[in-house]
């Protein structure tokens, strides 16, 4: 059958039931839309996993705290249906702002703890609004199981908090962050960058592998932090939100990589801001980074 566009919650539920009649399990893909092979790597991930599968494309504006952010953020809703048409899923699911915050709408979703700092610091609301709309579109798809990179790796450990904490019964699973031929980590807002940003964009990926090797390796952490950030600046970023070492899964602030890290950038190009996150490869510690995608 071709994918159908759903738009109503009530008619993906009616959806959902049949499938659960038939003893079909159901995997969902999240996204606010402007698909790329990142995006299409999970959905491939969910159509091995489950019988049936769901793409949903919401901007979510509960998880902006710049309105020019939201209001900028690409919205290409056709082009998103063909590029998916090929994997054959089930159901496009594109919802209106109604059928997310209905009229009256007066509950929020928050995360403390792996929120904390890092783009929760920068972005005041941010996971907040992250966390209500993935509670709200995993029960509305009834989803088994849902697929998430981990570029967004402070997301990804939110998701999982919140799973947990609220007893639903999807299965977070996480898969590795998929990047362009130059390193750079795929994301939608990569299409706001001009071509001289652009070309200079993989600079965060590169200067991020070298922090994370030389800490690695016994490095000094805060010089190293404090050579990427001057390198990130050299090379032509705007301004550099933070470079930090956090621990693995916990996301804690450290100062000494003794135990399982990662290294978290965000910095702002040309008006975008990019981040990315790399495991700091410890010979002792292993990484959440497989090549296939595992459980969280």
């Known amino acids: 059958m071709p ?3 759903i738009r109503q919650k009530a008619k993906l539920q009616a959806q ?18 402007a698909l790329h092979d990142g995006h299409l790597s999970l959905v491939r991930a969910a159509l091995a996993r489950a019988d049936r599968v769901i793409v949903t494309v919401f901007v979510n504006p509960r998880q902006f705290n710049n309105p020019e952010d939201l209001e900028n953020y690409p919205r290409t809703e056709e082009s998103d249906a063909r590029t998916l048409a090929p994997l054959k899923i089930d159901t496009l699911y594109v919802p209106a702002p109604e059928e997310i915050y209905p009229s009256g709408f007066s509950t929020t979703v928050s995360v403390s703890g792996v929120s ?5 610091g920068d972005r005041p609301g941010h996971f907040d609004g992250v966390a209500t709309v993935v509670t709200k579109l995993l029960l509305q798809t009834d989803a088994d199981y849902t697929f998430f990179g981990d570029k967004d790796y402070q997301q990804l450990q939110v998701v999982r908090r919140v799973a947990n904490d609220l007893d639903l019964k999807t299965e977070i699973v996480a898969c590795p962050t998929v990047r362009e031929e ?9 299409l706001r960058l001009g071509s001289g940003a652009r070309a200079t964009a993989p600079v965060l990926g590169r200067v991020l592998e070298s922090a994370a090797n030389v800490i690695g390796r016994g490095g000094n952490v805060s010089q190293a932090l404090e050579t990427a950030h001057q390198a990130l600046l050299v090379a032509g970023f705007d301004k550099v939100d933070y470079f930090e070492v956090r621990s693995d899964p916990g996301l804690l602030a450290i100062e000494t990589a003794d135990q399982p890290a990662r290294l978290f950038a965000a910095a702002w190009l040309n008006g975008v801001r990019l981040i990315d996150n790399l495991p700091i490869p ?11 995608c595992e459980p969280a």
């Open 3 to 5: 994918m159908r566009i």
């Open 16 to 33: 959902t039931r049949d499938w659960r009649r038939s003893g079909e399990t159901i995997g969902v893909v999240l996204t606010m839309g």
């Open 116 to 120: 904390d700092g890092l783009c929760g």
């Open 182 to 190: 130059d390193g750079l980590a795929m994301s939608s807002r990569n």
């Open 282 to 292: 410890v010979l002792t510690q292993t990484t959440n980074s497989a090549q296939l």
